[in-house]
């Protein structure tokens, strides 16, 4: 096996795999871990992402394998590996799709063929996971999806795929109650305006938005598809400027939502608001990149650190203490991906496929379980969690706080945004 993409393996997570202390009942010898195969970018455009999320993988595997009696409301937490498989620990094999559709479908057979993995995680885009699931499903592998939003993932009649977060038409759901409370709060919205990266996840979202908006009654000015390796938006910016709609929904990644600000402010066109669909305006690199630029842009996340003293207060802090970061939605999404796929296989009591398919089919936990602001989850026939849902955070400062919806907000919503202007 070349090296392309890949480090023999870039993680072996479960302290002491090898020397797992608890032993199943019944045998002499120490249960053998659980080996998850995760697919992400760690090198290329997205790898800030893909490298935050590998490191939210590794903390919700210490939460899983060690006792964490802190964190009891979080199934397993408390105890020491999965007690339902005799103690066993859970095992990350990371492997590094670049952000290549096809590496993600080669990596994904070598996960399966070559190392022998029960059970697969990933991808981030939505592109990488819509091929390498079709891999886990010819092999009967359950494939969990943490974060990929396009909707054609679960759309295609597969048993073996099971996917944790919101997606496409939940988000679009959201941004239209977003507007109808911002109209009701007397602010002008007589048109929105759509630009989107014009791969699997960017085009998904963009169309569940275009319809919802329809369904509304509320015109689309103007919906610009582009490609995120791209290094000059000045002519995509002009079609706003021309346009002049009251809120811009970007559906991007990291680099390009970076220079589609910076753009904005050198051609000197601010809209009233700017929505970004987490991705690229979630990414670790985002707000240091534009903060002095971007004040009170909007961001949808499903995650909030809390209270001090909170569970997720508790977890951020694991996770800072590991990168010297706090979480941010997209690795949080994938942590808690993590966390209910292990309560699945808990229950599995089994590295069997079969048996981990129907523990992750009638999984069923609610939200105090949960360490995002969903409101549960639970599987559809298609293998979509049906209780996944989002908040809206806008960047104040250098961080971003929860503003909608307003029974959950922290700090008041500010409208319009101030960018550079502040």
């Excluded at 979080?74 to 670049?98: N, R, Y």
């Excluded at 496929?353 to 523990?359: L, N, V």
Aim: hydrophobic share 40%; charged share 20%; proline share 5%.
């Amino acid at each position: 096996m070349t090296k392309r993409g890949v480090d023999r393996r870039n993680v072996l997570i479960g302290a002491g795999a090898a020397a797992t202390s608890l032993a199943i009942t019944g045998r002499a010898h120490a249960a053998d871990p659980v080996k998850i195969g995760v697919l992400f970018p760690l090198t290329g455009n997205a790898a800030a992402a893909g490298q935050a999320s590998k490191a939210a993988l590794e903390v919700a595997a210490d939460i899983v394998n060690n006792a964490h009696p802190e964190l009891k409301n979080i199934p397993l937490a408390e105890g020491a590996g999965l007690t339902g498989v005799g103690g066993a620990k859970l095992e990350l094999i990371f492997i590094d799709h670049q952000g290549n559709p096809s590496v993600a479908q080669q990596q994904a057979l070598r996960l399966i063929n070559q190392e022998k993995v029960h059970v697969m995680f990933g991808a981030y885009q939505s592109s990488c996971t819509f091929t390498a699931t079709p891999v886990a499903e010819r092999f009967g592998i359950p494939f969990v999806v943490g974060d990929s939003a396009a909707l054609n993932i679960t759309g295609r009649g597969f048993k073996w795929v099971f996917r944790v977060t919101p997606i496409a038409t939940d988000y679009a759901a959201t941004y239209m109650r977003f507007i109808d409370d911002m109209k009701n709060a007397g602010h002008k919205i007589a048109s929105i305006a759509i630009v989107n990266e014009n791969t699997d996840y960017g085009t998904s979202v963009a169309e569940a938005i275009e319809a919802a908006a329809k369904e509304k009654n509320l015109p689309v000015a103007i919906r610009i598809p582009y490609s995120a390796s791209t290094t000059d938006v000045s002519a995509q910016v002009l079609q706003l400027k021309d346009k002049q709609p009251d809120v811009v929904i970007f559906i991007s990644y990291t680099a390009d939502a970076i220079l589609y600000i910076k753009t904005l402010k050198n051609l000197d066109y601010m809209p009233p608001m700017i929505l970004g669909d987490d991705s690229g305006f979630s990414d670790p690199s985002f707000v240091p990149a534009i903060a002095d630029i971007g004040q009170g842009l909007m961001n949808r996340s499903a995650w909030d650190i809390g209270k001090p003293g909170s569970t997720t207060f508790k977890i951020n802090e694991m996770y800072k203490a590991k990168t010297g970061r706090d979480l941010d939605d997209t690795s949080g999404r994938n942590m808690q991906g993590m966390l209910a796929m292990a309560e699945a296989l808990n229950r599995a009591g089994s590295t069997d496929p079969a048996k981990i398919q129907a523990g992750l089919k009638a999984t069923d936990l609610k939200p105090e379980q949960l360490m995002m602001g969903y409101r549960g989850v639970k599987y559809d026939e298609t293998g979509q969690n049906i209780l996944a849902s989002t908040y809206l955070i806008q960047l104040k400062a250098k961080q971003y706080e929860l503003v909608w919806p307003q029974n959950a907000a922290q700090t008041k919503l500010e409208w319009p945004m101030k960018g550079w202007k502040s």
